[in-house]
C-alpha cells in the first residue's frame, strides 16, 4: 500500500539534545509537509518542500530545520528541544499540482517528550 | 489570528442519529475546504471536501455544506456509528496562501452506541 511512514512514533529526548525525526513516502507525491500538533490545537505548519524547493513558514523557529534529500524521504531536525517543542509531528504529503492538488496524505506522527 | 475556527470541542451524539460538526472562517480568499478524520495515534485521515463553486458535496453517509456569504460549513453525518467517533479536523486553501492548507482545532465526535 502506498503510505507516508513516520519514525520513531514515540521519540523521549533530554532538553537541548538534538532530535531527528524522518518521513518516507511512497506516493511519489511533489510536496512534503512538517505540521507540529499541540494538545488540543489545530495542526501548524512548520515548513514544505515543491521538490527540492524548501518553504519555511514566517514564524517557524530557528530552532527547526529540515532536509530533503530525495523524493522519498524528508527530515526535521530540531537543534535543541525545548520544553515548548513537545508535541506531535505530523509529515504530510500531496501531489502539489492536478485533480486532488491540496489533498494531504499525512503519515501517523511522531510524538516527541522532552524531559 | 485562528483563520479557521471549530467552535465546540466535542460533540455527543447516539447512535443512528445525525452528526452535524461546524467550522467557520474568516479569510474571503479560501476556496478549497477539506474535512480530515483522526483516531488517536493515528495520523489525520482525508474525509470530504468541496470547492468554492459548489454549495454541497456528499459521499455515502458524509455530506458537507457551504455557506460562503456567513463563511460557514458543515459536515454532516447520517446515520451516525460508533466507528465515527474521532476528531475531525476542517482545513481551508487558497491560492493567495499558496494552497497550503490552514486547520481548525478540531471537533470530538462521540457517537453512542
Known amino acids: 500500500d502506498a503510505m507516508v511512514i513516520q519514525n520513531p512514533r514515540y521519540q523521549v529526548t533530554q532538553f537541548g539534545k538534538p532530535v531527528t525525526l524522518s518521513c518516507s513516502q511512497t506516493?511519489?507525491?511533489?510536496?512534503m509537509y512538517w505540521y507540529q500538533q499541540k494538545s488540543s490545537q489545530a495542526p501548524k505548519l512548520l515548513f514544505h518542500y515543491y521538490d527540492k524547493d524548501f518553504n519555511n513558514e514566517a514564524d517557524t523557529p530557528d530552532n527547526f530545520q529540515s532536509r530533503r534529500p530525495n523524493t522519498s524521504f524528508c527530515f526535521l531536525d530540531i537543534r535543541s528541544p525545548g520544553l515548548g517543542d513537545a508535541a506531535m509531528y505530523l509529515c504530510?504529503?500531496?501531489?502539489?499540482?492536478?485533480?486532488?492538488?491540496?489533498?494531504?496524505?499525512f503519515g501517523a506522527g511522531s510524538r516527541l517528550t522532552v524531559l | 489570528d485562528q483563520q479557521v475556527k471549530q467552535n465546540s470541542p466535542s460533540l455527543s451524539v447516539q447512535e443512528g442519529r445525525i452528526s452535524i460538526l461546524n467550522c467557520d472562517y474568516t479569510n474571503s480568499m479560501f476556496d478549497y475546504f477539506l474535512w480530515y478524520k483522526k483516531y488517536p495515534a493515528e495520523g489525520p485521515t482525508f474525509l470530504i471536501s468541496i470547492s468554492s463553486i459548489k454549495d454541497k458535496n456528499e459521499d455515502g453517509r458524509f455530506t458537507v455544506f457551504l455557506n460562503k456569504s456567513a463563511k460557514h460549513l458543515s459536515l454532516h453525518i447520517v446515520p451516525s456509528q460508533p466507528g465515527d467517533s474521532a476528531v475531525y479536523f476542517c482545513a481551508a486553501s487558497g491560492n493567495n496562501a499558496g494552497n497550503m492548507l490552514t486547520f481548525g482545532g478540531g471537533t470530538r465526535l462521540m457517537v453512542k452506541p
Open positions: 504530510a504529503t500531496s501531489r502539489g499540482r492536478g485533480p486532488g492538488a491540496n489533498v494531504l496524505t
Open positions: 506516493l511519489n507525491h511533489n510536496v
